[in-house]
């Protein structure tokens, strides 16, 4: 079982629209690394959900219910998108600015490449984030 964290706006699309709705397609991502790492997502993997612009914070968790499957969104057939389903709010969410003051995140994609929307989390950071958050899958 593979690792991601997802990114949404809390005003367009938030966690608590997720665990009203129980699952969404993730669809209308436009980045060809992220479409990299939508193809690459199985079933049952689990996200971290994070929130972007205003709160900048991992604030759930949620699972990867469908794999990779054409966008419904797209016109051109280039880009695909997954189903993820609810699967529970962190105890705690987890601020951006924490993990960037961390000198040994530097290299986790979301402070990396912040413009990244969907990326892999390494068992380190996946690990790390969850002990932060004080959540247990």
């Known amino acids: 079982m ?3 964290l997802i990114k949404s706006e809390p005003e367009e699309y938030s966690f608590e629209d997720l665990k ?5 397609e993730w ?12 193809n690459a ?10 929130h972007s612009i205003s709160e900048k914070a991992i604030v759930g968790l949620c699972v990867v219910s469908q794999e990779a499957y054409p966008d ?4 051109t057939g280039k880009w695909v998108a997954v189903e993820v389903s609810y699967l529970k709010p962190l105890v705690k ?3 951006y ?16 490449i912040s413009r990244l929307s969907v990326m892999p989390v390494s068992d380190q950071y996946w ?6 958050s004080e959540t247990s899958i």
């Open 2 to 4: 593979s690792h991601w």
């Open 27 to 38: 669809t209308g991502v436009r980045n060809y690394a992220a479409r990299i790492h939508l």
């Open 97 to 112: 600015s924490t993990l960037k003051a961390m000198e040994h995140m530097k290299k986790f994609d979301l402070i990396r």
């Open 72 to 75: 419904p969104t797209d016109d």
């Open 93 to 95: 969410p987890v601020l």
């Open 127 to 132: 690990y790390e984030i969850m002990e932060m």
């Open 20 to 24: 009203k709705e129980k699952k969404t």
């Open 41 to 50: 997502m199985k079933k049952g993997d689990i996200c971290l959900y994070y």
